[in-house]
T-cell receptor, first 112, second 114 residues
Framework: KQEVTQIPAALSVPEGENLVLNCSFT??????LQWFRQDPGKGLTSLLL?????REQTSGRLNASLDKSSGRSTLYIAASQPGDSATYLC???????????FGQGTELSVKP | EPEVTQTPSHQVTQMGQEVILRCVPI?????FYWYRQILGQKVEFLVS????????KSEIFDDQFSVERPDGSNFTLKIRSTKLEDSAMYFC????????????FGQGTRLTVV
């Protein structure tokens, strides 16, 4: 069964710290991996998409990596800010249809 | 910037009633999806839709659920007879080409069944 797991469930850091969020998946035959941000009671905002042929993607202070052999992806956030406080979700696709399988998310709190 | 829009943002309905959740995907996207998120739980896939037919559905998507693309812009999810356990946030999403392309999500419809 294809599963996506995110640990820890919650993380609290002081402003300015660099941090890494982890995502693991059980099936290495993943097509791509997408990271999302979710604010309380809101929708999902796409942050980064890593296709299976890629190893990482960068957008501003965010860098996401994908290691299919180890079944892991990481989201690196540089110089964290209070505005980064949200839940971060990773999700993988395993077929052509684009169905996403989600992790449970990591709730990030950045303290001023 | 193009976005996926969903209406209504919040719907309260009585158990046993039919509800229709509406979505307008991004205009040049070809694949459409519904997901749901029960409070405190993972986002779960319900159904994908491509070329005017369902391409994949989950075990959750039973005979009480249906999807339709009635015109060139709207994509709807109908729940025929709502149950208490249908209470959740429902998200619509679209992609340009299925996998290998970024999925964009709407802001969601919070469905409360009483």
């Amino acid at each position: 069964k294809q599963e996506v797991t995110q640990i820890p469930a919650a993380l609290s850091v002081p402003e300015g710290e660099n941090l890494v969020l982890n995502c693991s998946f059980t099936d290495s035959a993943i097509y791509n991996l997408q990271w999302f941000r979710q604010d309380p009671g809101k929708g999902l905002t796409s942050l980064l998409l890593i296709q299976s042929s890629q190893r990482e993607q960068t957008s501003g202070r965010l860098n996401a990596s994908l290691d299919k052999s180890s079944g892991r992806s990481t989201l690196y956030i540089a110089a964290s800010q209070p505005g980064d406080s949200a839940t971060y979700l990773c999700a993988g696709t395993y077929n052509q249809g684009g169905k996403l399988i989600f992790g449970q998310g990591t709730e990030l709190s950045v303290k001023p | 910037e193009p976005e996926v829009t969903q209406t209504p943002s919040h719907q309260v309905t009585q158990m046993g009633q039919e509800v229709i959740l509406r979505c307008v995907p991004i205009s040049n996207h070809l694949y459409f999806y519904w997901y749901r998120q029960i409070l405190g739980q993972k986002v779960e896939f319900l159904v994908s839709f491509y070329n005017n037919e369902i391409s994949e559905k989950s075990e959750i998507f039973d005979d009480q659920f249906s999807v339709e693309r009635p015109d060139g812009s709207n994509f709807t999810l109908k729940i025929r007879s709502t149950k208490l356990e249908d209470s959740a946030m429902y998200f619509c999403a679209s992609t340009k080409q299925g996998t290998d392309t970024e999925a964009f999500f709407g802001q969601g419809t919070r469905l409360t069944v009483v």
